[in-house]
């Protein structure tokens, strides 16, 4: 998953994911187990 910058009427952040239907945005934010977090700066070389 990752999180979009779009956020429900509650504030909670919605997320972009691929779990077996195509590419949704939705509010499943915390409908499963967060195993990590990462982040990628702004300007990043790969």
């Known amino acids: 998953m990752v999180v979009s910058n779009k956020k429900t ?3 909670i952040p919605l997320v972009i ?3 077996g239907a ?5 509010n499943r934010l915390f409908d499963f187990p967060i195993t990590g977090h ?3 700066k702004s300007g990043a070389k790969s």
């Open 22 to 26: 195509g590419t949704k945005e939705e």
């Open 17 to 19: 994911h691929n779990i």
């Open 9 to 11: 009427s509650s504030g």
């Open 38 to 40: 990462y982040r990628i």
